[in-house]
């Protein structure tokens, strides 16, 4: 029996955010003995590569005046802006706290589903919000000193990836997977080059160069597996599937760093998940009324 969009959608989504596990332990662990600016340059040199040579032999590149598109644009400004604020952060917190945090993205496509698709959002779904951000506060622990910069950095790039969700929903059909992630790729590569002439090249060892040719392989297959469960199923149902990540980001960490979240971290989690899976039900059950 052939599966509906949404369960690809949801299926992909699923494989993708279990793939990005494997890509941020191995930046993380790249990144004890190289700085992440250049992690990321040489990673986004790799990537690059790889997708251009998928594009090749999909013969996408008489299609490369698509992304001149503004939401092209837009969504892979996004990507890198994120990614950067994501990877970095990733560097100096736990990486079971860097995914609590971003767990927040199906909560955070709320407010960009308003502004920028005119859609109606009812109580339970702001309720479900505010107690997303109670989830947050949670694991930023603020106190008389302030929060962790690296923290709030993290979140900022949940509030990104928001935005980047919604537009990539509203990308044209006709525009390919392949060229939407080239695109992305050669743009985090740029940043990544020009960061790491800026501070300089430090010397890599052949376990940093095959850290990063993992977390180069894990991150192509799940930013095309991301992108592709968006472009067919819906966004208020698909979204909740993010959530498959973070057992295995909370299980690397455990295996990797040997840590662990705190209480109030595991609190913070708890209320994020439950919020945002009652938000996308909440969102579901609106479609349907409207149909």
Do not use: C
Not at 37 to 52: C, M, S
Not at 87 to 102: C, E, G, K
């Amino acid at each position: 029996m052939a599966l509906s969009d949404n369960a690809r959608g949801a299926l992909l989504l699923s494989g993708a955010m279990t793939i990005f596990v494997a890509n941020d332990a191995a930046m993380k662990l790249a990144a004890q003995d190289i700085p992440m600016i250049q992690a990321l340059a040489v990673r986004g040199v790799l990537a690059t590569a790889l997708f251009g040579l998928l594009a090749w032999r999909a013969g996408v590149f008489a299609k490369l005046g698509l992304t001149r598109d503004p939401k092209m644009l837009l969504r892979t400004a996004a990507e890198v802006v994120g990614s950067m604020l994501f990877m970095l952060s990733l560097a100096h917190i736990p990486l079971a706290t860097a995914a609590a945090l971003n767990q927040a993205v199906p909560l955070l496509t709320i407010p960009f589903a308003m502004l920028l698709l005119g859609e109606k959002v009812g109580w339970r779904r702001i309720a479900a919000l505010l107690a997303g951000f109670a989830g947050v506060i949670l694991i930023l622990k603020p106190s008389p000193a302030g929060v962790d910069p690296w923290l709030l950095a993290s979140f900022a790039s949940a509030w990104i990836f928001a935005l980047r969700d919604s537009i990539t929903r509203m990308l044209s059909s006709s525009i390919p997977t392949v060229l939407v992630t080239l695109l992305m790729s050669a743009s985090m590569m740029t940043v990544g080059v020009i960061g790491t002439i800026a501070i300089g090249w430090t010397p890599m060892t052949p376990h940093g160069w095959g850290l990063v040719a993992i977390a180069t392989v894990a991150v192509a297959g799940g930013y095309t597996l991301q992108v592709a469960a968006f472009r067919v199923g819906e966004l208020s149902l698909v979204g909740g599937f993010r959530y498959a990540g973070l057992i295995g980001s909370t299980l690397a960490g455990w295996l990797l760093w040997d840590y662990l979240p705190d209480a109030l971290t595991w609190t913070g989690m708890a209320l994020i998940v439950a919020s945002g899976i009652y938000a996308l039900h909440r969102s579901r059950v609106r479609a349907g009324q409207t149909r």
